[in-house]
């Protein structure tokens, strides 16, 4: 059974960091991508960074460029954001999610937008608040 654990979410000043890791157990599928998006209250889930453990690819949304790193260890099972210089609009729950055929990534790269329906399964959430 594939799980997801998402943690390491608290409560941060703006301009401050916070480092989220996501736990996932029961994977067989080699070129699987790991993705995190987020969510505020009322709006759409939003794609935030992914990666591809297995040849190290990755692709971040321009809000979070530069301020967001995504790395996992080669085996995909411990993926982590860090998360530096957070604003008050980072303030959002956390998920992290897997796609099981890898195509998320690369749809991403092209289209500019991570698809919340190429993840097969996700996380439980883990909530960041940043005041200003």
């Known amino acids: 059974e594939v799980q997801l654990q998402a943690s390491g979410g608290g409560l941060v000043q703006a301009g401050g960091s916070l480092k989220l890791s996501c736990t996932v157990s029961g994977i067989t599928f080699d070129e699987h991508v790991i993705g995190w998006f987020r969510q505020v209250p009322g709006k759409e889930r939003e794609g935030v960074s992914c990666?591809?453990?297995?040849?190290?690819?990755?692709y971040y949304a321009d809000s979070v460029k530069g301020r967001f790193a995504i790395s996992s260890d080669h085996a995909g099972t411990t993926v982590y954001l860090q998360m530096s210089n957070l604003r008050p609009e980072d303030t959002a729950v956390y998920y992290c999610?897997?796609?099981?055929?890898?195509?998320?990534?690369?749809?991403?790269?092209?289209?500019?937008?991570?698809?919340?329906?190429?993840?097969?399964?996700w996380g439980q959430g883990t909530l960041v608040t940043v005041s200003s």
């Open positions: 990666i591809s453990p297995d040849d190290g690819d990755i």
């Open positions: 999610a897997l796609d099981t055929d890898g195509l998320s990534l690369t749809i991403a790269q092209e289209g500019g937008t991570m698809l919340r329906s190429e993840y097969d399964y």
